[in-house]
């Protein structure tokens, strides 16, 4: 099996892959960049009501104090987020949600659907006819090719977070550079079980569609489909994408946002961290289920 | 011992019968030819060989292990149809990731299939760069990874140049003496008639021949008799009287040429032929015996099995 793993690492190397974990970390970096920049001018002009504009009451008075103490909390919270203990939970928030399953989607369509649209297929299942252990290999290596993309984005950000924030002319921090690092981490932690998630969904993909694009769009698709049916008041709770919002525990965003995927989900009822997790893991085992059986059909590639 | 054994194999596609009964034995040491018109099953039946395809009815042994069975895959090479690579790696480093997929080979080993099929020139450029011979090639010495003792290989000098072809056939020839089976399917006959020990020529999915090439099908030698312009007349009257003749009367055909006239008669002796010319009082200027070629007898057996079948159908 670790033969099997080494020559999955060696062939997952390759341009299509580090050049979509290079944009991820790009799209990353630049949503800082700008999070940052509207903290900044918003803090230099705070939206006031139009009635309080040119008014000097003392209602107004209260108002545009208010709103002056509303966007210097959030740029401070948008600077505080931008620190190396806690632009964790960016970088982690955003491989769990849609950036995340982009990224596998990309992966899996060209590691796993690519053996078939390349008829490599034929001889990788000439060389470990084992069916089974080829599907782990690719799931274990899309999976840690997502989770080297996390790492390398968090770590880039903790680098350039600070000095984005300090471009930007954000007040400094309160707290230290690496006040909320547990968090983070324990966030970062949340978001490797989600992309497992999502690399089964990728790897089941590849058997379903058996090409690179077919792969692809399946992989996106179905997790796009499942965001819609988690809008859906009946059924939403027992949508695969209601249990990665109760697992992540994503809640609203500010100016820099920790997900792309609690802005696409209902605001019923949610569902509790713990019932998230057993949902992905039922969701990641009938995944597994499907792959597998679909693996078993004829390769006439 | 037999390497592969196939019983009433079967493959069906929906509707379409794919392979039908085949029954196949392969023994250690030989090089076996599978032939066939395209579209006949040969591919479909080496996909099952190999545990790509699971047959709809029948029995495979491979390595004296029933199939299915993955261990009995991993100890054959196999090259099926033109090669893939992942074109993003080198020659060497494709050969590695074959390796490491069939539980890892040491170095050394990769680098004597690169010599072998020489290959060790061009074995750190990238896939993309490599022509379809260089391809083939590679494909070859991925099969030879581990010193298999069965390949089973697909159109083997697929693309390859002449003299690319020759080193492939020397190669399998090397295999061979050293004890390797090879199971190769190729639409190159004469290729097929100088490598192989044994063949089977499968039409529609059926066996319909077996045994070694220079017995395969009915067709005979030939005779190829040239006289002077002058006794043509005479020598076709005396050749189409001979009772062979009657048999076959379209056999003998006059060929213009400018100094004689060539007959071609389907028989097995030199000497009848001339003799029954000698009779008549014409002189042969030359008689010459033609083996008939593994292609002839390849298209005398596809050509009567379809006869066979629009007559059946």
Redesign the interface.
């Known amino acids: 099996m670790l033969?099997?793993l080494?020559?999955e690492f060696?062939?997952i190397v390759?341009?299509l892959v580090w050049g979509t974990a290079l944009a991820i970390v790009a799209f990353c970096l630049l949503i800082t960049w700008g999070a940052a920049h509207n903290a900044h001018a918003a803090l230099a002009s705070p939206r006031i009501p139009d009635v309080c504009a040119q008014a000097a009451t003392a209602q107004c008075r209260l108002v545009i104090a208010h709103a002056h103490a509303m966007t210097r909390a959030a740029a401070l919270a948008t600077s505080a987020l931008a620190q190396p203990g806690e632009v964790g939970q960016v970088a982690a928030g955003m491989l769990a949600s849609l950036p995340g399953l982009l990224l596998i989607a990309m992966i899996a369509g060209g590691h796993w659907g690519g053996e078939w649209g390349?008829?490599?297929i034929?001889?990788?299942?000439?060389?470990?006819?084992?069916r089974g252990r080829v599907l782990l290999a690719k799931w274990l290596s899309i999976w840690l090719a997502a989770v080297g993309t996390l790492v390398a984005c968090y770590l880039v950000l903790a680098v350039a977070g600070p000095l984005i924030a300090a471009s930007a002319h954000l007040p400094a921090a309160r707290a230290g550079l690496f006040a909320g690092l547990g968090s983070s981490l324990a966030t970062a932690g949340r978001a490797t079980i989600v992309l497992a998630l999502f690399a089964a969904i990728g790897t089941a993909a590849g058997t379903i569609g058996r090409g690179q694009l077919a792969t692809m769009a399946i992989t996106a698709g179905s997790m796009l489909l499942a965001l819609l049916v988690a809008g859906i008041a009946s059924v939403g709770r027992l949508s695969p994408a209601s249990f990665v919002q109760a697992w992540m525990g994503f809640g609203p965003v500010g100016y820099l946002p920790t997900n792309f995927w609690s802005r696409f989900i209902g605001s019923g009822p949610s569902l509790g961290q713990l019932a998230g997790l057993i949902g992905i893991a039922g969701s990641a085992a009938v995944v597994a289920a499907i792959a597998r059986w679909r693996f078993a059909a004829?390769?006439?590639t | 011992m037999n390497v592969i054994t196939c019983v009433r194999l079967a493959k069906r596609f929906g509707r379409t019968v794919a392979v039908n009964d085949l029954d196949l034995e392969v023994g250690a040491g030989q090089v076996y030819g599978f032939l066939g018109p395209n579209g006949a099953g040969k591919t479909t039946t080496i996909r099952m060989l190999l545990g790509l395809i699971t047959p709809s009815a029948g029995q495979i042994r491979l390595l004296d292990r029933p199939m299915p069975d993955p261990a009995a895959v991993r100890l054959t090479g196999s090259m099926i149809e033109e090669p893939a690579f992942y074109p993003w790696l080198t020659g060497k480093q494709n050969l590695q990731v074959s390796a490491w997929t069939g539980g890892g080979h040491a170095e050394g080993e990769i680098i004597r299939v690169l010599d072998a099929t020489g290959l060790s020139d061009v074995a750190d450029r990238k896939v993309r760069a490599y022509s379809q011979g260089m391809r083939q090639r590679l494909g070859l010495a991925a099969a030879m990874l581990g010193r298999p003792p069965l390949l089973i290989i697909d159109e083997p000098t697929n693309g390859l140049d002449p003299p690319g072809i020759r080193d492939i056939r020397g190669l399998l020839g090397e295999l061979a003496a050293d004890g390797t089976t090879v199971f190769m399917s190729s639409h190159l006959l004469a290729e097929v008639e100088q490598i192989c020990s044994r063949v089977a020529v499968i039409v529609k999915g059926r066996l319909v021949e077996e045994g070694p090439p220079a017995r395969l099908g009915t067709a005979r030698r030939r005779v190829r008799v040239r006289v002077r312009p002058a006794d043509a007349e005479s020598a076709s009257h005396l050749l189409n009287r001979w009772p062979l003749r009657i048999e076959t009367p379209a056999a003998a055909e006059p060929l213009p040429h400018p100094h004689s006239t060539e007959f071609v008669v389907e028989h097995d002796s030199g000497r009848d032929v001339n003799g029954v010319l000698a009779t008549g009082g014409v002189i042969a200027e030359s008689v010459t015996i033609e083996m008939p070629r593994l292609e002839d007898r390849f298209m005398e057996i596809v050509t009567e099995d379809a006869h066979v079948v629009a007559a059946g159908g």
């Open positions: 033969w099997l080494a020559a060696r062939k390759r341009p390349s008829r490599t034929r001889q990788l299942l000439c060389r470990e006819g084992r004829d390769v006439t």
